[in-house]
């Protein structure tokens, strides 16, 4: 009977040792290898997966929005929206309003109208400076619209639709500027309190609208002054305040307010200055724009008192241009402590 040895056990242990132990680094390595060749189709999928997801979003999401969603008439605004990370264009477009105008920023920085109804191809911009003008009613809301269309032929193109509300203070609000179809029109006579004439050399004529060299007449005006028992505090405060009336044409010293201005004939608007602060204001004076880019300076102005108002009327002739034209004024005073309230602008049809 043979006897096997403790020195064979142990030699058979360790060889058997060793082969399991090359064994289970040869099923590592296969393992690794297996691992491996599948991770990067893991890893395809997963970015596939989250590829799908991200562009899906991106497609959905076109959010508009404006800092302001109500906003003076004259008053500039920008209303921007989300980029789209795909190659695309944008364009915007308005719903024509009653009364109201709208001008925007072009891509060369320039102010220009854009009529409702009308696309405006942004290319890949991302925001649009906005100004409309409201003439006949003191609250006008003006919707908008955004779209956004994918270079992709098959893709689908968004549009998100919002509005601004636009307010005209100077309109009171149970009443509206006429439309453009009624006859009838306002009449004021105006006062011979004090009238400034022809005042020679301060009215130029700037071609920054497009002018065609035509010389304007020199703008007439006529100022009303209205006393209200005023009383100057020496150590007050200076306040002046502009506040337009309307528009119109005017006959020799009879203002007449219309809802457009025919080229031939004599333009006028007319606006009031009022001293709403403390201290006499002996230091004041107005520059206005009138249709077709006409500049006007009135020069050095009568003091005005506490409470105490102008109603000025500039009337103009020699416009060269038709269609929708912007006109305003604005006040500068010495020592004034309110520069926000110093100014008006608006806008009147011109036609033939």
Do not use: H
């Amino acid at each position: 009977m043979n006897n096997v040895t403790q020195e064979e056990k142990d030699s058979v242990t360790k060889t058997l040792a060793i082969i399991g132990f090359i064994a289970a680094i040869l099923f590592a390595v296969w393992l690794a290898v297996q691992i491996v060749s599948v991770i990067p189709s893991a890893f395809s999928s997963l970015a596939s997966i989250a590829d799908g997801v991200y562009n899906y979003n991106e497609d959905q999401s076109l959010t508009v929005a404006t800092k302001n969603s109500v906003v003076n008439t004259g008053e500039a605004f920008t209303v921007s929206w989300t980029e789209m990370n795909r190659p695309g264009a944008y364009t915007f477009m308005y719903e024509c309003t009653d009364g109201a105008a709208l001008d925007v920023r072009n891509a060369q920085g320039e102010i220009v109208s854009l009529d409702c109804g009308e696309k405006l191809f942004l290319e890949d911009a991302t925001s649009l400076d906005i100004m409309v003008t409201s003439e006949k009613q003191r609250f006008t809301d003006i919707a908008y619209a955004v779209t956004y269309t994918p270079n992709d032929e098959d893709g689908e193109a968004f549009t998100t639709r919002s509005k601004v509300t636009i307010v005209n203070a100077s309109i009171p609000t149970s009443a509206a500027i006429a439309d453009t179809e009624e006859e009838e029109a306002t009449e004021t006579e105006v006062p011979e309190i004090t009238q400034v004439g022809s005042v020679a050399g301060e009215s130029t004529s700037s071609n920054n609208s497009g002018n065609t060299g035509a010389t304007a007449g020199t703008p007439t005006t006529v100022e009303e002054i209205i006393y209200a028992i005023p009383t100057s505090d020496p150590n007050g405060k200076i306040d002046l305040q502009v506040t337009y009336l309307g528009v119109g044409e005017l006959d020799g010293k009879t203002f007449r307010r219309t809802a457009t201005i025919d080229r031939d004939e004599q333009g006028a608007f007319q606006f009031e200055v009022k001293n709403i602060g403390t201290k006499t204001a002996s230091d004041w004076s107005y520059e206005a724009e009138l249709p077709s880019g006409i500049e006007y300076d009135a020069g050095d102005q009568d003091a005005l008192k506490p409470n105490e108002k102008a109603i000025i009327t500039i009337g103009f002739e020699g416009l060269t241009q038709l269609g929708t034209e912007k006109f305003g004024a604005e006040v500068t005073a010495k020592n004034d402590v309110n520069k926000s309230n110093n100014s008006f602008s608006w806008a009147v049809e011109v036609v033939k």
